[in-house]
């Protein structure tokens, strides 16, 4: 399979046949490959958006870039898979970072035991990828435009560990509490991140910052995985390989080892593509 993804930058206008007007600037969408008409960006637009009476589109100052898929709505992108491949998505225990599995509660009713959790294995995923941004939080409305009901919901950071900087994890993106509390009202079957976990700082701050302030989204994304676990969602951190996978249209399996799992333990991590 060819790893090269592509998406579209443009900026659109659009004029409607009962009146009316919608123009956008720097808008990108997931694209078929690197050659791309005008007409044909105009169509991806006016079916991402579902736009009704559209009439005209204008498309000016298209960009082509070499970035993953995010899944746009109405697009052609990776998720069309011909053939089946297997992505591994662990890190060994090699310099100290290895894919882990946090299990969800066992006091929680509704949480699964650990016999079940062997069972999270062959769910449908979704990638949401949070590439590019400046801020480190992962906040709702990023996972607004996404179905992730009974979904392996994988968030693609483009975080890496820094073997030489042990407080390389400190500056990790992370869930805000409102994201998580949204995220279990949506009921997905696993969350995983390529990040050392969901959660924000590490070192105990709490929101307490260097200059002796208090952030409440940062205090805050220390409830993010309590908050999962306490609904019954097992998290997956640092996973690797998002990059590889399609948005949509694969299974993800993560293998946790026979035995207690009552607190964070290895797994092998790895996705199905295509069929």
Same mark, same amino acid.
């Given at each position: 399979?060819?790893?090269?993804?592509?998406?579209?930058?443009?900026?659109?206008?659009?004029?409607?046949?009962?009146?009316? /007007?919608?123009?956008?600037?720097?808008? !990108? $969408?997931?694209? +078929?490959? @690197?050659?791309?008409?005008?007409?044909?960006?105009? &169509? *991806?637009?006016?079916?991402?958006?579902?736009?009704?009476?559209?009439?005209?589109?204008?498309?000016?100052?298209?960009?082509?870039?070499?970035?993953?898929?995010?899944?746009?709505?109405?697009?052609?992108?990776?998720?069309?898979?011909?053939?089946?491949?297997?992505?591994?998505?662990?890190?060994? /225990?090699?310099?100290?970072?290895?894919? !882990? $599995?946090?299990? +969800?509660? @066992?006091?929680?009713?509704?949480?699964?035991?650990? &016999? *079940?959790?062997s069972l999270l294995a062959d769910l449908d995923g979704v990638v949401v990828r949070v590439l590019g941004g400046s801020a480190r939080e992962i906040e709702r409305e990023v996972l607004l435009p996404y179905d992730l009901t009974g979904k392996a919901v994988l968030l693609h950071t483009g975080w890496e560990p820094d073997e030489a900087d042990e407080q390389s994890g400190h500056e990790a993106p992370f869930l805000t509490a409102d994201a998580a509390e949204w995220l279990v009202r949506q009921r997905p079957a696993l969350v995983g991140i390529d990040a050392p976990g969901v959660d924000g700082t590490s070192d105990g701050s709490h929101g307490d910052t260097n200059d002796g302030t208090h952030d409440d989204a940062i205090a805050g994304a220390h409830r993010a995985r309590t908050t999962l676990s306490a609904a019954g969602i097992p998290v997956v951190r640092h996973l690797r390989g998002l990059e590889q996978l399609p948005p949509h249209g694969f299974r993800f399996h993560a293998v946790p080892p026979v035995g207690d799992a009552s607190g964070a333990c290895p797994v092998r991590a790895y996705a199905v593509v295509g069929s």
């Open positions: 399979m060819n790893s090269e993804q592509w998406r579209v930058q443009f900026d659109a206008e659009v004029t409607f046949t009962n009146g009316g /007007a919608l123009q956008a600037q720097e808008f !990108r $969408l997931d694209a +078929p490959g @690197p050659r791309i008409s005008d007409g044909e960006v105009g &169509e *991806l637009f006016v079916r991402h958006l579902g736009l009704l009476m559209a009439g005209e589109v204008a498309i000016s100052n298209k960009q082509l870039l070499r970035e993953p898929h995010k899944g746009s709505r109405g697009t052609v992108g990776a998720e069309r898979q011909h053939g089946r491949r297997v992505v591994d998505l662990s890190r060994t /225990a090699d310099g100290g970072v290895a894919t !882990r $599995l946090e299990p +969800p509660a @066992p006091a929680h009713p509704s949480a699964p035991t650990f &016999e *079940l959790l």
